[in-house]
């Protein structure tokens, strides 16, 4: 704007690239802190921000635990700053009351014949997100919801877990954004550091301490 420039497909451009692939790239550190300057605008149209919030929860099953963590946060400041894209992870309670009572009310009717039911609920289930487009505008987004996130949550890095779950807590009018510049230099080397670092509390072996090799009834089998 300042230069009287102006390029209408940036973010077409700059949503093409949200591949798997960008976890494992030379720069990536310098394009998440681009990526997340860019999506910072709360003048984007909430069909764009839910486009890329998708795209980012579906690149994240096949990224390793530091990109993982970088995709949870930023989605959660994007949330976190638009309302309307919240959709995205009420929908998924809401499909699930749907359905519960869709059913109830079958049962206690005499119900549906099975592969009618079946065809419903198959229905609900459908995903219209479409991850092969490269347009954001096509993607139908805000259609869809993040169901990625009930998948991260069985993740076997416990730090994705948890902040996977953390998404089913309630939102805050006033809550702070999270510092997501921690999150852009995630290497597995600071990773594993950090889990060396960490105190782990020590497990019982046994509820009481031995103070003999046999003792009782084990002595008395070897006896003659």
């Given amino acids: 704007q300042l230069h009287n420039l102006d390029y209408p497909d940036f ?3 700059l949503y093409a690239k949200l591949e798997p692939s960008i976890f494992y790239a030379k720069h990536r550190a310098r394009f998440f802190r681009l990526l997340t300057l860019c999506l910072s605008s709360t003048a984007l ?10 795209k980012l929860c579906r690149i994240s099953l096949s990224a390793p635990p ?10 959660r400041n994007l949330l976190q700053s638009n309302h309307e894209c ?5 929908r998924v309670r809401q499909d699930e009351q749907k359905r519960g ?5 079958e049962v206690l009717g005499g119900g549906a014949p099975k592969k009618r039911k079946a065809k419903q609920l198959a229905a609900a ?4 997100f479409d991850n092969a487009t490269k347009d954001p505008a096509e993607a139908n987004a805000l259609d869809s919801s993040l169901w990625e996130l009930e998948a991260l949550k069985a993740h076997y890095h416990p730090a994705v877990a948890t902040m996977a779950k953390d998404f089913e ?5 006033k809550e702070k954004k999270v510092d997501i510049d921690d999150y852009t230099t995630l290497t597995y080397k600071a990773l594993f550091e ?9 497990t019982p072996l046994a509820f009481e301490k031995p103070t003999e090799l046999l003792a009782g009834a084990a002595l008395g089998a070897f006896s003659l």
């Fill in 11 to 13: 973010y077409r451009s």
């Fill in 45 to 54: 149209p909430s069909y764009l921000t839910a486009a890329f919030i998708k």
């Fill in 66 to 75: 530091s990109g993982a963590l970088y995709t949870l946060t930023l989605t």
């Fill in 86 to 90: 919240r959709t995205l992870i009420q």
């Fill in 101 to 105: 009572k869709q059913v109830d009310s």
């Fill in 125 to 128: 289930d459908v995903d219209r």
């Fill in 169 to 173: 807590r309630r939102w805050g009018k």
């Fill in 194 to 202: 950090e889990e060396v670092k960490r105190k782990v509390k020590q």
